[in-house]
């Protein structure tokens, strides 16, 4: 399933740095997104969401951007700190869809 | 803040056994969904489960996978007779709200090995 694309593996930003994720999707059935936070050992911790009617959702230092003519959405992370370091994944869902389609996740890391 | 559980964290089988993973979602949550994940690759639907019945499954979820609410807490997934290929973490997660809107919650999920 390639329709959730996350073309960065890793990502190491130094903190009190911004950290920027990228997602692509291709199928534009797609309206909403949401973007979750897997640390090893855990499940996928819920970050935020949006919905193609908008175009930016922020919630505290996380802020996600949807650019739906080109079915590219980014995650801003500001500032980063420390306990940012985990697998960052970008999800998607159609109007009539169940189920979430993920990327492959994209592994961040803060440097002290 | 409520969470959903998964048990056993870890489940080691031998091919051909039958294995059941279980689930207690979040306990306002309606709608039920398994994912997996096979190390190095992405996370994968396999099905969701909303009044007591499939809503919707994958390509993965055949006739050797099946899901069933016992009661009205847990939600589990049986694994009729396991292959090494369904060796991976499995997610169990839940939802308020369905069709193409909420946000989904998962379990810390379930390691299954199969040898």
């Known amino acids: 399933d390639q329709q959730v694309k996350q073309n960065s593996p890793s990502l190491s930003v130094q903190e009190g740095r911004i950290s920027i994720l990228n997602c692509d999707y291709t199928?534009?059935?797609?309206?909403?997104f949401l973007w979750y936070k897997k640390y090893p050992a855990e499940g996928p911790t819920f970050l935020i969401s949006i919905s193609s009617i908008k175009d930016k959702n922020e919630d505290g230092r996380f802020t996600v951007f949807l650019n739906k003519s080109a079915k590219h959405l980014s995650l801003h992370i500001v500032p980063s700190q420390p306990g940012d370091s985990a697998v960052y994944f970008c999800a998607a869902r159609g109007h009539n869809d169940y189920k979430l389609s993920f990327g492959a996740g994209t592994t961040v890391t803060v440097r002290a | 803040e409520p969470e959903v559980t998964q048990t056993p964290s870890h489940q080691v089988t031998q091919m051909g056994q039958e294995v059941i993973l279980r689930c207690v979602p979040i306990?306002?949550?309606?709608?039920f969904y398994w994912y997996r994940q096979i190390l190095g690759q992405k996370v994968e639907f396999l099905v969701s489960?909303?009044?007591?019945?499939?809503?919707?499954k994958s390509e993965i979820f055949d006739d050797q996978f099946s899901v069933e609410r016992p009661d009205g807490s847990n939600f589990t997934l049986k694994i009729r007779s396991t292959k090494l290929e369904d060796s991976a973490m499995y997610f169990c997660?839940?939802?308020?709200?369905?069709?193409?809107?909420?946000?989904?919650?998962f379990g810390p999920g379930t390691r299954l090995t199969v040898t």
């Open positions: 199928n534009s059935m797609f309206d909403y």
């Open positions: 997660a839940s939802s308020d709200e369905g069709l193409g809107r909420g946000e989904q919650y």
């Open positions: 306990s306002n949550h309606l709608y």
């Open positions: 489960f909303y009044n007591n019945e499939i809503s919707e």
